[in-house]
């Protein structure tokens, strides 16, 4: 799984596609094959197996990771160079409203979490980055579903605004 904000705000991040596909890498959704990227999260992997070891696969997969996280902190750099007054106002909203609402759909806490995350990134926000991850996951509606047998989406927003509190 990847972060990457600075790649889809510049709408770099079809380009990305494109070369990831002629390594045999693919940048899908969160959520796998055929899953829009919520919150600037993408999955990597592979799908050229044949005739490779892990160990090349790993390999390749790798250092294509490390390509990805140098161009998207060097355009992540270029943003806040150039609007960050801007991203600083994008941040603190997000953490602001992540904070302080009531209830908060899925998207919109995945949403405003990737911003919460850049924050910290940036060193605009102190929190952890292990909260933020823990809230990924715990936010999410199979979770809710299935840690706290919260079915309808109303009830499942409230709670999820709950542990944002807590956790942020």
Same mark, same amino acid.
């Given at each position: 799984m990847l972060h990457l904000p600075a790649l889809t705000m510049t709408k770099r991040i079809g380009h990305m596609l494109n070369s990831v596909g002629k390594l045999g890498l693919t940048i899908r959704g969160m959520y796998g094959e055929g899953t829009e990227a919520r919150g600037c999260l993408y999955q990597l992997s592979n799908q050229v197996t044949l005739g490779m070891t892990d160990e090349e696969i790993l390999t390749k997969v790798n250092s294509v990771i490390d390509q990805i996280v140098s161009i998207e902190t060097k355009l992540r750099d270029d943003i806040l160079k150039a609007?960050?007054? #801007? &991203?600083?106002?994008?941040v603190?909203? +997000?953490?602001? &409203?992540?904070?302080n609402s009531y209830s908060l759909t899925s998207e919109e806490a995945i949403g405003y979490l990737s911003d919460v995350r850049l924050g910290k990134a940036f060193g605009i926000i102190d929190t952890e980055y292990k909260n933020i991850s823990t809230l990924?996951?715990?936010?999410?509606? +199979?979770?809710?579903?299935? #840690? #706290?047998?919260?079915? #309808?989406?109303d009830a499942r927003d409230k709670r999820r605004a709950i542990l944002f509190k807590e956790l942020l």
């Open positions: 609007n960050e007054t #801007e &991203i600083k106002n994008r603190m909203r +997000a953490y602001g &409203i992540l904070k990924l996951v715990k936010g999410s509606p +199979a979770c809710l579903i299935s #840690e #706290e047998g919260l079915k #309808e989406p």
